[in-house]
C-alpha cells in the first residue's frame, strides 16, 4: 500500500460528504422549525436542547470514561444559579455570567471527581448521589440563593447594558435560536473532545485503568477531568435552564432529574455523542409531553385515571409517568443493551444488505 | 554502568517471596530475556519495573536514575513501554486509537485544544495529522492494515499481542517490555514476530526485555539470557550456556515431571 492517504479523512468533523450533506440538511430544518411551531412546542424543544446538551456531556464521563455519576442535577442547578445570580447580583452581562457559572459547575466537578478516584461503581454512585442532595439542601438553605422560595429568572439581555448594548430576549423563538446555537457548539465541542488526545485517553480508562497508565495516562488527572467537563457541560445547559422556566426553586433540581439525566444518556447509548441527542430527545419528549398527560391518552388514561383514584393517593396519576420511564428503560436494556444508538447501527446494516 | 539496571529487587505476597534479591543489568540496545518455570516471578519483575509493584526492597535503575517509588504513567515518561501477558488492551477502541493512544505521552493537545479542533490547520489537527502519519508507519511494519479501523476486541487473539507490542513501540521507548509476546500465535506468526522484535531493536533503537517460554525464540534473537526460579537467580549468559546449565534443565524437568 503505497497509496499516499490524507489522514485529515480521519478527525474531520464531517467524515464524508454524505454525513456533512444530512448535517447542513438537519441543522437547517432545526432553524426553520419554529415557523411550523407552537409556543408550546418551542418550549418543548428547549428543553429537549438544554437536556440535549446535559447528556452529551454526561456521556463522556459515564459512557467514554466508565465513571457513573448520579448527582448531576447538582451541576445543573450550579449553572442554573450561578448564571442568574452573576447577572442579578453583580451585574455581569448574560454571555460572561454563563461561562463563569460553567466553570464553577466544573471546578466542583473537579473537587467531586477526586473522591471519585478511589471509588467504584456503587460507591461512587452514592457519592455523587449524595452530591446532588447536599447542592439541593445547600441551595435551599441559604438566603442569597432564594431559599425555598427560589429564583426568578432575570431579563434575558444578550447585550453588554454597561456599553448600552441591549439585546433582549423575550419570546420563545428568541430563546429557541440562542439555545440551538449553544447546542450546536456544545455537541461540536464533545464530539471534537472525544475524537483527540484527552477523549482516546477517557476511554483508555474505562477499557483498561492499567494499561492506561502503563502508556502514561495520569489516572488521577484525567479521571478529575472527565468530571469536570461533564459538570462544565451541565453548567452552561443549567444557565440555559434558568431562562426556559424563568422560575425554579431547589427541588426542581431534585434526584429523579440527576437519574432522568443517567437515563438519557444510557437509553441513547453509552459512548455515543448521537446516542445522547437521541436519548435526551426521547426521554424529554416522554416525561414533559406524552406522559405528563398521561391521563389523556386514549383508553389508558382512562384506565389508569380509574385505577390511580381506587388504589393511589390523589396525587397518585403522576407516578405513572416515572413508571412508564421505567418501563422504558428495561425495555432498552433488556431488548437493545447498546441503547437507541445500537439499534441504529443494526438498521443501518439492514438497510445496507436490504433486499437480499 | 549498565545502561539500565534492577539491583537486589524483591517482593513478598504474603509470605511467597514473589520476587528475591533479583538483580542484573542490560546493556543499550540488548535483547535480553529472563525464562523460568510458570510462576517463578518474571511477569512480577515487569511489574516492580513499571511500577504496578513498588518493591520491598531494591532499585530499578535507568540512566543513572531510580525509578522506584514512581507511578506507573511517570514511568511509561521516562522510556519504559510494555506489552501484557494476558493483553490489556484498549477493547472497545479501534487499532488505530490503541496505536494512538500510545503516543499519548508524546502528544501535547489538551481539552481545550482538543476542543477546538475547527479546521485541518487548528493546532490540534496538525498535531493529530502528524501522529497519524507515525503511527500509520507501524501499521505498515506489523502488517496490520487490514485491521487497522477494527475495534481491538473483536480481533484473533495473535492479531491482539501485535496490537500491544505496536501499542509499546508508539511511545518510542527506550526499553520495552515484553510479557511472552508469542504465547497464542502459531508458528508463521511467531516467526513473523522475531523478525520484527529484531527489527525494532535494530531499527527503531529500542532495547529489549523479553519474557518468553518457547525455547526456538529465546535462542534464535537473545543476545543474553536470565534464568530463575522460585523468585530466585539461576544463571545468566549466553542463550547455550544457559540453556545447558544443570540447574535450569532440572528446573524445567521438575516443571514436566508435575505437569
Ligand atoms: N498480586 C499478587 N498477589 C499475590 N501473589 C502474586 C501476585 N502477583 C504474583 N503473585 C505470585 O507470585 C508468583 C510469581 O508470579 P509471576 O506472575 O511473576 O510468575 P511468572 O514467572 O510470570 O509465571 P508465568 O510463566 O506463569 O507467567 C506466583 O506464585 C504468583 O501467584
Ligand atoms: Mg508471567
Given at each position: 500500500m503505497d497509496m499516499k492517504r490524507d489522514y485529515y479523512e480521519d478527525i474531520e468533523l464531517f467524515k464524508s460528504g454524505t454525513i456533512l450533506f444530512w448535517s447542513i440538511l438537519f441543522v437547517a430544518a432545526l432553524f426553520v422549525a419554529p415557523l411550523f411551531l407552537s409556543n408550546y412546542h418551542l418550549y418543548l424543544f428547549n428543553l429537549v436542547m438544554v437536556h440535549v446538551i446535559v447528556a452529551v456531556g454526561l456521556n463522556i464521563l459515564v459512557g467514554s470514561t466508565g465513571q457513573i455519576a448520579l448527582g448531576h442535577a447538582g451541576f445543573f442547578a450550579i449553572g442554573a444559579y450561578g448564571t442568574v445570580l452573576l447577572m442579578t447580583?453583580?451585574?455581569?452581562?448574560?454571555f460572561p455570567a454563563i461561562v463563569i457559572a460553567a466553570f464553577i459547575s466544573a471546578f466542583f466537578g473537579f473537587i467531586l471527581g477526586l473522591p471519585a478516584l478511589r471509588l467504584e461503581g456503587p460507591y461512587l454512585a452514592i457519592a455523587t448521589l449524595a452530591f446532588g442532595l447536599a447542592i439541593m439542601h445547600i441551595i435551599g438553605h441559604t438566603e442569597l440563593f432564594g431559599g425555598r422560595q427560589g429564583l426568578t429568572a432575570p431579563v434575558l439581555n444578550i447585550g453588554i447594558s454597561q456599553w448600552g448594548l441591549n439585546w433582549v430576549i423575550k419570546t420563545e423563538l428568541g430563546k429557541y435560536y440562542l439555545i440551538l446555537i449553544f447546542t450546536i457548539i456544545m455537541v461540536l465541542l464533545a464530539i471534537n473532545i472525544l475524537k483527540t488526545r484527552a477523549g482516546r485517553a477517557f476511554v483508555a480508562i474505562r477499557d483498561s485503568d492499567i494499561a492506561a497508565e502503563v502508556i502514561g495516562i495520569n489516572l488521577t488527572m484525567y479521571k478529575t477531568l472527565a468530571f469536570a467537563v461533564s459538570s462544565f457541560f451541565a453548567g452552561i445547559a443549567g444557565g440555559l435552564f434558568a431562562f426556559v422556566l424563568g422560575f425554579f426553586d431547589?427541588?426542581?433540581?431534585?434526584l429523579i432529574l440527576s437519574i432522568i439525566f443517567l437515563v438519557m444518556v444510557v437509553v441513547g447509548g453509552l459512548g455515543s455523542v448521537m446516542g445522547s441527542i437521541a436519548g435526551a430527545t426521547l426521554i424529554t419528549y416522554l416525561m414533559y409531553d406524552l406522559l405528563k398527560n398521561v391521563d389523556e391518552v386514549p383508553i389508558v388514561g382512562n384506565l389508569l385515571v380509574a385505577f390511580s383514584g381506587k388504589f393511589?393517593?390523589?396525587?397518585?396519576?403522576?407516578n405513572f409517568n416515572l413508571v412508564a420511564l421505567g418501563l422504558v428503560m428495561i425495555g432498552i436494556i433488556i431488548f437493545e443493551p447498546l441503547g437507541m444508538f445500537g439499534a441504529w447501527i443494526r438498521i443501518k446494516k439492514y438497510w445496507k444488505t436490504w433486499p437480499f | 554502568m549498565a545502561y539500565f539496571s534492577v539491583e537486589n529487587l524483591s517482593i513478598s505476597f504474603g509470605g511467597l517471596k514473589a520476587v528475591n534479591d533479583i538483580s542484573f543489568g542490560v546493556e543499550q540496545n540488548e535483547i535480553f530475556s529472563i525464562i523460568g518455570p510458570n510462576g517463578s516471578g518474571k511477569t512480577t519483575i515487569f511489574n516492580l519495573i513499571s511500577g504496578i509493584y513498588r518493591p520491598d526492597a531494591g532499585a530499578v535503575i535507568l540512566d543513572g536514575k531510580n525509578l522506584v517509588g514512581k507511578t506507573p504513567d511517570r514511568i511509561a515518561k521516562t522510556g519504559i513501554a510494555r506489552t501484557f501477558q494476558n493483553i490489556e488492551l484498549f477493547a472497545n477502541a479501534t487499532v488505530m486509537d490503541n496505536l494512538m493512544l500510545g503516543r499519548h505521552i508524546n502528544m501535547k493537545t489538551g481539552i481545550f485544544g482538543g476542543a477546538f479542533m475547527f479546521g485541518k490547520r487548528s493546532p490540534a489537527a496538525r498535531e493529530e495529522i502528524h501522529h497519524r502519519e507515525k503511527v500509520e508507519q507501524i501499521i505498515d511494519f506489523l502488517e496490520l492494515q487490514s485491521v487497522r479501523d477494527q475495534f481491538v476486541g473483536s480481533l484473533a487473539y495473535g492479531k491482539r499481542k501485535l496490537v500491544e507490542v505496536g501499542r509499546a513501540l508508539a511511545l518510542e521507548p527506550k526499553i520495552m517490555l515484553l510479557d511472552e509476546p508469542s504465547a497464542g500465535m502459531n508458528t508463521e506468526e511467531k516467526d513473523d514476530l522475531t523478525i520484527w522484535i529484531k527489527d525494532i531493536r535494530e531499527d527503531y533503537k529500542v532495547t529489549i526485555l523479553l519474557i518468553e517460554h518457547d525455547m526456538n525464540m529465546i535462542m534464535g534473537i537473545s543476545d543474553r539470557v536470565f534464568a530463575m526460579n522460585q523468585g530466585q537467580k539461576i544463571t545468566m549468559g549466553a542463550p547455550q550456556e544457559v540453556q545447558r546449565h544443570p540447574e535450569v534443565i532440572k528446573a524445567y524437568l521438575g516443571e514436566e515431571a508435575i505437569n
Open positions: 447580583k453583580l451585574g455581569l452581562p448574560f431547589p427541588f426542581t433540581f431534585n393511589l393517593t390523589t396525587t397518585g396519576i403522576d | -
